[in-house]
């Protein structure tokens, strides 16, 4: 079955080319040196771009705590970046923008969680099949479709329920970006869930569990760190979440509670002084930066956590 | 963009075809005009000038406008500042002012606020000012429902605030919970879904949405008076909330870009017949033809 | 061993137990098709009104502030010159970092910061790259807001994304594959070359196409560069002022105010925005599925 | 190897036919277009050690996950004929799986304990069927960990997280989790071969210590392992069971000739 | 079971004690602080089959992999000790592993053809060493294709997917995948534990012939495998190597008592 005259043939010719070949073969080895250094030229130009935005930040906002006392940007209730008499208290930001957060937080929380535990545990792979991608679908609308579903339809929506309620709220784009997390949410708990081996269900199943404790007493304990890491980062884009509040909120700096009023978040007034009045050097110019900067390290703290809750927290199966 | 043949020799004006940019900024106030005699020079005039015209407000805008490499124009809703004008003279910029139009800064309520309609101007003045007795609607009139007047207005990027504080407060500051927009369209919107809400702007973003709002009739004294184009004009009875509004020329860049300078000219030539449909009232010929004559002569 | 499973007391409870779980897996359902409700609402609201608004005068005519003339052609160009900034400087940049992090870059501490780094700036929000892009290009560079610009800002947006889905898909390929070719004496490029790249270049592809949806529907960063709101000119060039399809239904949703028919021209351009985003997850869809792993 | 030898003996005494705990009939399974099991007659019967063996793929994992529905686990599933488990038949809808699945233990190929602690694994199948009382938990976990002799190895750290623990105990810590419910039946699939050899030892003791209480269905593919601790074996084959028969008897004198081949080592 | 016999006779008669291929000395390997090999002393013989076995996780792989230095692609591994290849210490860190790699040809337990037509496949070796002409490939491919003994079966659809193809086919494309660089020995890790008996067979058949050009290394799990193919077997357990001899020696008289515990299915 094995055919020798052909074999020995090209057995000396093949074995004796690649013995020459590897002789002169000057080009393999400029290749594996090159590469690996243009690479590295380019894995540079990344990873400095990315030291380059923190350089930016750091130093434009020192400039600011230059001509604002840092006391009175971070306690102040004030913010009048405009007025002849300006005041730089971010808190009205602040208060914005957990109030915004909050509101999604409360609608994608538990509804992305449900949906989490229905494709996980319950979906037939049919309606899986369906749902994962329209739910990915949702993720990827522009979110300035979002804000213009919340100013144009949300907003007029509610008011029929709660006619006090002003034109620019704080309450639509927050529901509204609750919808625009649920995915997120959802696909990465599920992730969660779906990464705790088959193994666990099986072993409670055969205990005699349906599915809903199976769910409740195994597979969310195990994927607890997950799921956690999921709410975070969920609460992450929810606070730098832009266009849906800047179009949907208003630009009001109140430093209220009260969630059928105008707020502004701490994007939104991004939007609105850069769009308005960002020439260089001025006050209210450095004062994006320290906006931008609080936003920078508030999500850049929240990413972190979430990757030491899923990381440390992570339990071994 | 698409460059290349020659359409516009013809015309004879010119002995060049012309292209490039002009960059305007400025006043939310003017934008609807500026944007609409802009859309024409490029649809009828010159197409391969671009003039781009953005609206971040007044003051906003001469911050753009006075750097180097600047805005070609700034839009404006009130005269330069002084310490503007030194910014400029600083930088060597020399600027040219060009009155446009006359607006009446108009004072908009909810359609359904029926007892509001006619106010003095003090009450006006009383309902914004800071310190004032007049909290509720019912602080004017015991007639007029016993619920809190949500001020709104434009934000100090724009020169419309800058008028209302300098010239109809007279520096008295603005009640600290006045709800101040950066967008008029976010204004308009607010008004129009709040029955206790009283704002101000340009009339032009009045007259767009008569269907949402309804003007305060203004008594100076001699009765109350509607704005509309004939009242704001020139010696109109809406005179005292009436003002000027401009677009200031870098006339180094007029000189430096001959579209700029063309731009000047044709803006001059063309800001009459625009006036009426974009909301403003148009000034006498003869002010703006000694414009365009000044512009020509550059 | 004592009995403690006394039949009757768990009969009783295992018809409440199984009950429960019914009922409840209804409720999940219902969280679910929520998502799918909330969907169909807005693409009900966008398209009655935005649909009579389409036609070819739309698609092909220039921006005006008289609604019945405006078109939104130069955002479409807008938006198309975008891309062709993006495309190059993240395929180049990200999937050059990707394979010089997966496969070259030695771990390390070092390694690992700049790991976690990467995938750090993935979650940074995109107004604070829109002020990085003004600060870097349009204020540094002096560039002012024109497609060079726009492009560099939305791909150091996109470029952490692209990196993280690039390596992930990197990963994905069985070592069994890089194994096979090394045991055969090749090097670690041509290995890299012939049969890694390859086998994820679908991964490499979706994660690529999935970034650059997301840079053409984002607004903040744009909006901080400072796009005009009138700007007839179709962009011809990188150096040319530009608008893209966002930032024009951005306007127009602002400018309902002064043109009430503004309102049904963002609608138009959602359906615009929205279509080409199809068009294109689509296509990643297609090339997960066609090119599914078959090892 | 005493043990061994030991059961030999009782084996051989107990060669009167008991009761059946399980009766299959004709049983066919697909999975989709698969067909995984092809009529199937299979009786099991009561605390006895029933070792089923075959090549891989045969079939022997789907016919033990049937006996207790978990089959079902797999959507594309399904099945014609009937097993009847004490006088019902189990694959009838209407027929409650958290039932059957309370009667009929089960112990898998890899110790599957859950992220719990040594206490919690074993109350969790008291708990969720309403027992809630500490004591009587207490009380539960002690005897199914005796149950599973392991109870000396992990007394003094129940608290602490099952997978602290080897693979050996982990597979003890399973079985006594099964115990704890107080199943009837227990279905083991290959639950030494991820173990090492100490391991295997002590679970194979253990089996022969339960199979005093319980009856006991044990998937293995090593053939020593079956002689050594079953009672009865069945040599499946493409999803045909081909031989089933008393242990001595298939080892020492099979009937057919594959059976022969497999156990020879000619495959595998 | 014709061939197996036929072998043992050639066996016996080629007892003089032909060329060492490989001779390693007193190898040591870590993967980071696990000590997976220890002191293994092991000369391979030219055209020889040499089996490898012990239970899973002895080091079988990790000695294999040695041989060719692939297990570098761990980076946590460091070796000491030597291994001479025809002479050279192959674990000198200035000898080019891609040469070696070149001449040691390596097959994997799961079969792991590239996503790529059958052709390419088999021409991928030649093409990465710099043979580009057409005509020559076409040669190589048939060459090496006949040589695994697959031509047959695969010579009307090169152009098509190596994933079209049976898990016992793609075994045999990933053997002439290696024939195709002609190397000098070949490296197996349990090449048929895949596969089902009959490509098994097809697969052992085939190491007999290539016996004729190429000495052939062999990790496996399978005992009777090693019996039927191999002329000397290794034993090696928790990193050591145990017991090393003709593999009729190491089967009928070991002399290490837990080469005989392992060889009579104790563990394992
Ligand atoms: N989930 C599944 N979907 C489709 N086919 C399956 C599935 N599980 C098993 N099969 C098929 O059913 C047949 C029997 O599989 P089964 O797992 O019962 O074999 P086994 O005898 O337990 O093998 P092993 O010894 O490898 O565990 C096999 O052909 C297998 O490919
Ligand atoms: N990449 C690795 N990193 C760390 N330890 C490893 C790695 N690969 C193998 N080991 C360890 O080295 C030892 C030997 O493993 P090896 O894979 O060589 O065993 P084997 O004999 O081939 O087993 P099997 O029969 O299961 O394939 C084991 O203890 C294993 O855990
Ligand atoms: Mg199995
Ligand atoms: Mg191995
Ligand atoms: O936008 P303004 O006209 O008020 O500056």
Redesign the pocket.
Known sequence: MVDNNKESTSTVRVKSMIEKNRQKQSFRSIGEKAVPNLLLGIAMISILTTIGIVFVLISETFEFFNRVSIVEFFTGTVLRPLSQDPKFGILPLINGTIISSVIAMVVAGPIGMMTAIYLSEYASDKARRVLKPVLELLAGIPTIVYGFFAFTFVTPFLRQFIPEMSATNILAPGLVMGVMIIPMIASLSEDAMNSVPNAMREGALALGSTKLEVTFKVIIPAAFSGIVAAFVLGISRAVGETMIVAIASGSSKNFTFDITQSMQTMTAYVVEVAGGDASRGSTIYYSLYAVAMTLFVFTLLMNILARYIARRFREEY | ACGGDDTSSDSGTETEELSGSVVVDGSGTVYPLMARIAEEYMVTEEENVSVEVARSGTSAGFKKFLAEDGTDFNDASRHIKEEEQQMADDLGIEVKELKVALDGLTFVLHPDNDWATELTEQQVIDIFKADSDIEKWSDINPDFPDEDINTYGPNENHGTYEFFYETILEEQDLKADANLQQDYSTLVTLVSEDVNAIGFFGFGYYVNNQDQLQAVNVDFGEGPVEPSLDTIAEDGDYAPFTRPVFTYLNVNMAKEKPQVKDYAVYLMENVNTFAGETGFAPLPEEEVQALVDELKGL | MATHMTSERIQKRMKRRVALNKGLSGVFLLATTFGVFVLGVLFYQIITEGIPYINLDFLTGKLSTNAERAGIMGAILGTLWLMAVVIPVTIILGVGTAIYNELYAKQGKLQTIIQTNIANLSGVPSIVYGILGMTIFANLLNLGSVVLAGGLTMSLLVLPIVIVSSQEALRAVPSYLSEASIGLGATKWQTIKNIILPAALPGILTGSILALSRAIGETAPLVVLGIPALLLPFPGGLFDRFTVLPMQIYYWTLDASLVEEYQFLASATIIVLLVMLFILNGTAIVIRNKFQRRY | MKFVTDIKNTRQEEKKQPTKVYDTKDLNLW??N?H?LKNVNFPIYEKEVTAII??????????LKTLNRMVEL?P?VHTSGTIEYRGENILDPNFMVEDLRTKVGMVFQKPNPFPKSIYDNIAYGPRIHGIKDRKILDDIVESSLRGAAIWNEVKDRLKENAYGMSGGQQQRLCIARALAIEPDVILMD?PTSALDPKSTLKVEELIQELKKDFSIVI?T?NMQQAARISDRTAF?LN?ELIEYDYTDDIFQHPKDERTEDYITGRFG
Do not use: I, Q
């Open positions: 999975y989709g698969t995984a075959g090549p891989s793929g045969c079939g022997k994992s789907t016919f797999v594309s290959e998937v593919h499946m999803g």
